[in-house]
């Protein structure tokens, strides 16, 4: 059986992106391999979340993982900081991770381009990190968006070298997975770029319809095409491909010979892509409603999933600890 594993950080609330690049694939597998999916809450200190907003960040992300149809009877469901043996073995990678390669990270860059004034260690290491969550359990596949290839392609150089460096074949090459096809970016509406916590463009599986219809109407268009097959501009190329996950294909189709043929209405078509989303989030969304009641649930999901996390990741260790030679007395 392949093991997969992957992670959203609890920056905020989980938006399509996150569903459609990560969190619908995670439910895909759970049935078909052996699974751990957790809540990053390391990963979110790089970005100093306010101690008062974390932990209720991180119940949001589990109440959404169990809304979105993740099954803790199948599924591993854990908080990152419940297993802190994934410190250790990013502690052990980062011997062999080296500055020039972390420092030419494109997350990298572009977080020092935003936010020079916290340019800190964690930010840079974040790969080794990202690796540590991966290999921990051995993971042969990682359903992730498209902003998260090269991540994946840093954790397989590590675990490489790593085979490399000692002259053993234990650590996998993990690949990042949807199902064969290209991995999935989901733009935001406003213009450019990927829809994204940070970005503040998100539309929430938390969002009511009256929400979601009011953030798509608002989406950034032109004055239309003038030309029949008329290049898109990056807006409209952006609504284009929203629409292309979310709606049905005939949906899809019937705008773009609308758009070729100069006719496109894009009043109506983000009306349909507004009702679009509204058939995939308001299911959740109710069940949102009834899980985040249970409290007692929800600590019978983390400590199960917790304790299930670490007796796999204590394997992982003692053999990389082994391996480096480091070995009990
Ligand atoms: P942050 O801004 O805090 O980094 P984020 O929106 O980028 O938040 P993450 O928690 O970093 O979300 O990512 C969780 C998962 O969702 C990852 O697998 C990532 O590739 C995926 N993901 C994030 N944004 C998108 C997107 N716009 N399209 C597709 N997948 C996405
Ligand atoms: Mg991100």
């Not at 979340?49 to 469901?77: C, F, K, M, R, S």
């Not at 150089?157 to 090459?173: C, H, K, S, T």
């Not at 409603?289 to 199960?304: F, G, H, N, W």
Request: proline fraction near 5%; charge should be negative.
């Amino acid at each position: 059986m392949k093991t997969v594993v992957s992670g959203i950080r609890p920056t905020g609330q989980i938006h399509l992106g996150n569903y459609f690049g990560a969190l619908q694939n995670f439910v895909k597998m759970q049935h078909e391999a052996r699974c751990f999916f957790f809540i990053a809450d390391y990963h979110s200190l790089t970005t100093h979340p306010d101690p008062a907003n974390l932990h209720g960040n991180v119940e949001g992300a589990l109440v959404q993982y169990l809304a979105a149809g993740l099954d803790p009877d199948v599924a591993t469901i854990y908080v990152q900081s419940d297993v802190p043996q994934v410190t250790e073995l990013s502690l052990l990678l980062s011997m062999h991770a080296y500055i020039g390669e972390l420092e030419r990270t494109a997350s990298f860059k572009e977080k020092i381009r935003k936010h020079p004034e916290n340019i800190n260690a964690g930010l840079l290491c974040y790969p080794v990190l990202m690796a540590a969550d991966i290999l921990l359990h051995r993971a042969d596949f990682v359903p992730v968006g498209k902003d998260q290839e090269q991540h994946l392609e840093m954790t397989r150089r590590f675990a490489r070298r790593f085979n490399q460096i000692y002259g053993v074949e234990y650590l996998p090459e993990s690949e990042a997975y949807n199902f064969g096809a290209e991995l999935t970016k989901v733009p935001g509406l406003d213009g450019n770029g990927k829809m994204g916590k940070s970005e503040g463009n998100g539309i929430y599986l938390a969002d009511n319809d009256e929400v979601i219809r009011k953030k798509v109407m608002k989406a950034v268009t032109d004055s239309g095409p003038t030309e029949p097959n008329q290049p898109m501009a990056e807006p409209i190329a952006n609504l284009f491909a929203v629409m292309k996950i979310i709606s049905p294909g005939e949906t899809y189709d019937f705008f773009l010979e609308k758009y070729n043929a100069c006719e496109v209405r894009y009043g109506d078509m983000k009306k349909q892509l507004a009702e679009d989303m509204i058939a995939v989030i308001a299911p959740i969304r109710a069940r949102m409603e009834a899980i985040s009641a249970d409290r007692a649930y929800l600590r019978k999901v983390l400590t199960q999933g917790a304790e299930k996390a670490r007796a796999s990741a204590d394997e992982t260790l003692r053999n990389v600890r082994e391996i480096m030679g480091i070995k009990p007395f």
